[in-house]
């Protein structure tokens, strides 16, 4: 669903690229114009910026001033309400200079105006572009395929880039975008700042839409963390299906000693949600659920039924470790998460090496319980989600993901 079939076009060096911006108003759409100039920038490109945004009355100022903070040359004008005027003069003049990368950022408005769709398109005949790219904001959802296709239909968009990805906004819109522009997500916002940019990988994305965690790749990475003589006890008790607290609470222990935060908790779903590269976040979550775990009795770290945690229960755990119940919830469902992850029918001790083999087992029905209805009922139910599942498993980049979990 992510995959449009075709790659998008890429800038090459020694030739004079044009890359058109175009996107909502307030969309990100200059502040990413900059990113992707100092981006390839850093990669050797000789980039330059056009702002033919005429209608934003900041606009100008605004590229300008990124643009210096970059050491990108940039072209504009106060005077000019042209923008297909300024559009090509900006191109004309560093085409002539030998850029490698033009990139011109258009004027944002509302979806209604139809005047702004005219602009976008007079300013793409002028400068013929060989890339147009698409500028979504990640928390616009469902509104995101009718807007995209409303920029399809005027301007040749190959690309998408998804912003403000550091939110909590997961991004759904995203698959909405592909198929109506069928072009792939080539980057995603991180922040404000320059380089607040990632090239868009799917797998990390995918996890976080379904708000769901890379189990295989969990497992894998939980050996690499757990020392070896532990190793066997958690195998045994994984696979009879008996993870309980305390377990849980060895793991995160042994998670926070080796520093690895980002790469294990971006795999579970709890974790995973937090903004990327926020590894504060996620090791100042992990002792609060260490302290959580303090506040329980040795029954309760024992069992492997989360339904013992009633509501006075909850709130006693929460007094005592001075936090919300709120919080002492939110733990209890990662922990419920990894218990059904472990309950799967079947389970085989894995051999060593072979960890991702627990996530093997996983079929659609226990995909679903992750799922949150609405996300469900966009992939098409459980039949959507069985054929989304064998799609995945049967391609590399994804089955390391869910470790071919479609096939059973
Ligand atoms: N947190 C976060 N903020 C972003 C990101 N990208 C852009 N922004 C912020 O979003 C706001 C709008 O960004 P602009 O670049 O001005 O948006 P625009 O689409 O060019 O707006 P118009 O010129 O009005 O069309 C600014 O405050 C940016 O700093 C991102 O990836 N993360």
Same mark, same amino acid.
């Given at each position: ?39 390839? !920038? ?18 100008? &100022? #605004? ?6 903070? =970059? ?20 191109? &004309? ?22 005047? *702004? ?29 009718? #807007? ?22 997961? %991004?759904?819109?995203?698959?909405? =975008?592909?198929? =109506? ?13 320059? &380089? /607040? ?31 070896? /003589?532990?190793? $066997?006890?958690? *195998? !045994? ?9 305390? *377990? ?13 935060? %980002? ?19 996620? /090791? ?7 302290? @959580? ?37 939110? @733990? ?5 998460? *990894? ?10 001790? $894995? ?12 079929? =659609? !029905? ?24 064998? #799609? ?7 089955? %390391? ?8």
């Amino acid at each position: 669903m992510m995959d449009p079939g075709k790659p998008s076009f890429t800038p090459k060096k020694g030739k004079s690229c044009v890359v058109m911006f175009v996107g909502l108003q307030g969309s990100g759409k200059t502040t990413t114009c900059t990113k992707y100039a100092y981006y390839h !920038q850093k990669k050797g490109f000789k980039s330059a910026l056009v702002c033919a945004d005429t209608f934003r009355a900041g606009a100008f &100022d #605004q590229l300008k001033q990124n643009a210096t903070k =970059a050491k990108i040359p940039f072209y504009g004008s106060y005077m000019e309400s042209d923008p297909v005027k300024i559009a090509v003069e900006g191109v &004309d003049r560093f085409k002539k200079e030998n850029n490698d990368l033009i990139i011109v950022d258009t004027s944002g408005r509302h979806m209604q105006e139809a005047a *702004l769709f005219e602009e976008m398109r007079q300013v793409s005949e002028a400068t013929k572009p060989d890339l147009v790219i698409f500028v979504m904001d990640g928390s616009i959802g469902q509104m995101a395929f009718a #807007q995209s296709q409303a920029f399809k239909q005027s301007v040749p968009v190959g690309a998408v880039i998804v912003t403000k990805m550091d939110g909590h906004a997961k %991004g759904g819109g995203a698959l909405s =975008a592909v198929a =109506a522009t069928k072009s792939p997500v080539i980057f995603i916002g991180t922040g404000e700042h320059m &380089d /607040e940019f990632e090239v868009f990988d799917v797998k990390p994305f995918v996890s976080r839409l379904l708000g769901m965690s890379d189990w295989s790749g969990f497992m894998d990475k939980i050996q690499e963390v757990v020392p070896t /003589e532990q190793q $066997p006890e958690l *195998l !045994q008790k994984l696979s009879e299906g008996s993870f309980t607290l305390r *377990l849980m609470y060895k793991q995160f222990h042994n998670i926070l000693k080796q520093g690895s935060i %980002g790469q294990v908790c971006s795999m579970l779903p709890g974790f995973s949600a937090e903004p990327v590269g926020h590894e504060k976040v996620r /090791e100042a979550k992990i002792k609060r659920y260490l302290t @959580m775990m303090d506040s329980m009795t040795n029954a309760e770290l024992d069992s492997t039924n989360p339904k013992i945690f009633n509501d006075s229960r909850a709130l006693r755990i929460a007094r005592g470790s001075g936090r919300s119940i709120r919080d002492v919830m939110e @733990m209890l469902e990662e922990y419920k998460g *990894l218990t059904i992850c472990c309950k799967m029918k079947g389970l085989k001790i $894995p051999k060593k090496g072979d960890m991702s083999a627990l996530s093997r087992n996983m079929n =659609a !029905q226990h995909m679903s319980k992750f799922l949150p209805p609405q996300m469900l009922k966009m992939i098409g139910g459980m039949e959507g989600l069985q054929s989304l599942m064998k #799609q995945m498993g049967s391609k590399d980049k994804m089955g %390391g993901m869910f470790g071919g979990v479609g096939d059973k």
